[in-house]
């Protein structure tokens, strides 16, 4: 059986403006001995481990689930299951294309054995779209979303509290493409959802309290934006504690509004605390470390510190080329950085080498969009960074 009502919070480590992505349990109790039991057990310790940012433990346990979970005679939706939550395991390490085959996995066999109606197909269908938007396929992502909503609507009624989790994501996505009203709307309506039906202080707010405060922030309206930042990072801290990767988010995106603010002072100590969280969380060559670290390259940028900068953001290309492979976007960010910064320390020919493989690497990503969105139309017919 599905159990819809637990709602899984992962934010992008490059991208820290986030949407939700949904986890969806097995449940039904049964005896110690039966496999599965060993699949629930497996499934909810690779969850917890995920949640705490303990990312190499979380998949072991998940491929364990995974492997229970295909024992011959069992409910292959528990398969649906285990590949959507290890789907959300990748996707949250920034690893979207080992994320989204299994969500499109997971899809396939609950639009078959539960129908295209069900919350979960609704579940799948959201994480496909946060796929979409952080590939920057912006028609394909809102259509998901409306597609998750409309079936959300229909079988949850309009003021439960995984509706508030699409609102949040096509909220999100509107911010992205400007669209600021819209956005605006949609982030309060799923933030009265969840306060109304879980309290003020719900873990769940917290993602939503972040990206509405990055909708202030983009609009200059900073005297809005901190105090939701600051309530984002006491929700954070007060459940999952002081030493988790979203606390590190949090703290990033905090500090980056100080830095627009020019409270230089604040926004260095901030990305300190940051850089210090997320190594303590995720170890050294996190993509999310890496992320902070061209942050700090940024503000010491700002401050005509070039040389300072540019160690910054070597470092941060390093990492993020070995997190996420050499024609991932955040390099392409970390290599923009790069060239800014020997520009102005008089390297005219290695800032030259560094933004034509930046513009290459986001030529590629283009092209890549574009072959995608011409391949899905074929098929339909036949069947902040902060």
Known sequence: MINCD?????????????????????NGPVSAEEPSDRWETYLEAGVQAREKGRYAEAQRLLLEALREARTPGE???????????????????GRHAQAKPLYERALA??????GPEHPASAAALNNLAEIAAEENDMAEA????????????????????QLAVGLNNL????????RDSGAEALYLRALAIVEAAEGADHPDLAPMLNNLAGLYKQQGRYALAEPLYQRTLAIRR????PIHPLVAVGLNNLASLYHLQGLTL???RTYVEALHVAEQTLGREASLVGTILGNVGWLAYDQGFFAQAKQSYQR???????????DDLRVATALDGLARASRRLGQVAEADRFAARAASIRTRQTQGNAEGLSTQGRTAQGAQME
């Open 6 to 26: 637990r709602l899984c919070r992962a934010i992008g480590p490059a991208i820290l403006h986030g949407g939700l992505l949904w986890c969806l349990w097995g």
């Open 75 to 93: 409910d292959d939706t528990r398969a649906a299951e285990s590949l959507n939550n290890l789907g959300l395991l990748y996707h949250v390490q």
């Open 109 to 114: 066999i609950w639009e078959r054995r539960l």
């Open 142 to 161: 809102e259509r998901l979303y409306l597609r998750s909503l409309a079936i959300e609507e229909r079988t949850l009624g309009q003021g439960h509290p």
């Open 171 to 178: 909220a999100e996505l509107y911010r992205r493409q400007r």
């Open 238 to 241: 007060g459940h999952d504690g």
């Open 266 to 268: 604040s926004a260095e």
């Open 316 to 326: 941060a290309l390093v990492i993020q080329e070995r997190a996420l492979g050499p």
